[in-house]
Every structure is written in C-alpha cells, then in structure tokens.
C-alpha cells in the first residue's frame, strides 16, 4: 500500500532546518554588527543563492598613520569564527596606536581590572 505524505513530511522538516540554520546566521550578524560598532558587517550570498563568506567594513576612514600602523578598511573571511579573530586583533591594534598617540588620555580611560573603575573616578571618592 502506498504511504502518503511522507515525502512532504521530509520536505517540511528540510525546510525547518533551512529556516533554523537561516535564522541562527541573522542573530550572528546582529551580534557582530553589536559587538563591532565601529564596522559594517554583512554576509555574502552567492549567486546561487548560498552564503558565502563574511565581510566587514568600517564606518569611518582610516587615517594614514592607522593604515600604516596595520589596521584595515575592510575584512573578508570564509567564516564568522575567523572574522571575530580578525577583528580582534584590528581593535588591539588601535588600541595600541591610541594609547601610543594619546597616552594621558589613554591612561585616564584605563579601568581598575578588580572593580572597573577608572583611576579618574577613584581619585573622586
């Protein structure tokens, strides 16, 4: 006897875990754009309608001295886990070149690593 149904069952559960698998990259991409404000970042999508991969753009230009010191305008990587990587090493990179090129201002907005405080707000109490 013939079973009916079965191949729309598998159907709907392929089209579940596509909507799943969809929705679990748009809460990465709204993560990232949140943790990295001072990036663009979007997925690439394929031709073919299937995701490429990650790319990341700043929302300010660089200044020359900044490209020099290594940071980049824009980042493309193959996945998210390599993007973060790279983005993470872009902020540790500024952050150096703004601690060299302000370091007063760099020391003020250093916080206490056991409460958070800043050392401008500790002298206050």
Known sequence: MPRHGGTAE??????DRGWEAALAGEYRLAALNRDYP?????????????????????HAPLTPAERTAGLYPSIARRNAVDLVMELTAQNDIAAELAAHLHPAESERNRQCSRCGSSP????RR
């Open 120 to 123: 401008s707000a500790m002298s």
């Open 38 to 58: 001072a990036w663009r970042i979007a997925r690439v999508r394929r031709s073919d309608g299937t995701h490429g991969g990650w790319w990341a753009f700043r």
């Open 10 to 15: 598998a159907h709907t559960r392929a089209v």
